[in-house]
């Protein structure tokens, strides 16, 4: 109930090209859905995040979109950079943002 | 920008041994968190807390953790009795509510 699946475990984009990734939750009362970035030797950062009031959320080059249906959420990197080559978790959390779950992390790496 | 920091960077200990694990959260952010990270694995939710009390935890928060805020900026997490297994990245978090921000982590090797 409280898992978080991520996929897939490893990405190679080119740079320029369109990097996706995918999550799937079990958990109903899952409320909040964030996207980390991290980088080696880093804590992770958070990049977006979305509640499932509504489908799709875009800042810059990233996008969320959300599926409350499907029980299903992803990003999407757009123009991917080399710069973005880094490890990618997305999570979820109550909607008192307690025990929040992470993926399982992708890492990204774009080829320049 | 305001950020979450934690001491030490890296901390070393023999097995049994206590540790005390130190962050200061972003200072108007009232709700804090600790999590670990094994080498290589995903970040796993240890505990929250949120008005000088523990909101939720997790199964691998056991008696051997315990976390406490002993004034008004440092939240620390204490392990009593280290492990082998303990061995891993702690990182710290902290929020107003949603977007919970990280801080760069402390290194615990137990030996």
């Known amino acids: 109930q409280q898992q978080v699946k991520q996929s897939p475990q490893s990405l190679i984009v080119q740079k320029g090209g369109i990097s996706i990734i995918n999550c799937a939750y079990e958990n109903t009362a899952f409320d909040y859905f964030p996207w980390y970035q991290q980088f080696p030797g880093k804590g992770p950062a958070l990049l977006i995040a979305i509640r499932p009031d509504v489908s799709e959320k875009k800042e810059g080059r990233f996008t969320i979109s959300f599926n409350k249906s499907a029980k299903q959420f992803s990003l999407h990197i757009m123009d991917s950079q080399p710069g973005d080559s880094a490890t990618y978790f997305c999570?979820?959390?109550?909607?008192?943002?307690?025990?929040?779950?992470f993926g399982a992390g992708t890492r990204l790496t774009v080829k320049p | 920008e305001p950020e979450v920091t934690q001491t030490p960077s890296h901390q070393v200990t023999q097995m049994g041994q206590e540790v005390i694990l130190r962050c200061v959260p972003i200072s108007n952010h009232l709700y804090f968190y600790w999590y670990r990270q094994i080498l290589g694995q995903k970040v796993e939710f240890l505990v929250s807390?949120?008005?000088?009390?523990?909101?939720?935890k997790s199964e691998i928060f056991d008696d051997q953790f315990s976390v406490e805020r002993p004034d008004g900026s440092n939240f620390t997490l204490k392990i009593r009795s280290t492990k082998l297994e303990d061995s891993a990245m702690y990182f710290c978090?902290?929020?107003?509510?949603?977007?919970?921000?990280f801080g760069p982590g402390t290194r615990l090797t137990v030996l």
């Open positions: 807390f949120y008005n000088n009390e523990i909101s939720e």
């Open positions: 978090a902290s929020s107003v509510r949603d977007g919970q921000y």
């Open positions: 999570a979820a959390a109550p909607y008192n943002n307690n025990d929040m779950r």
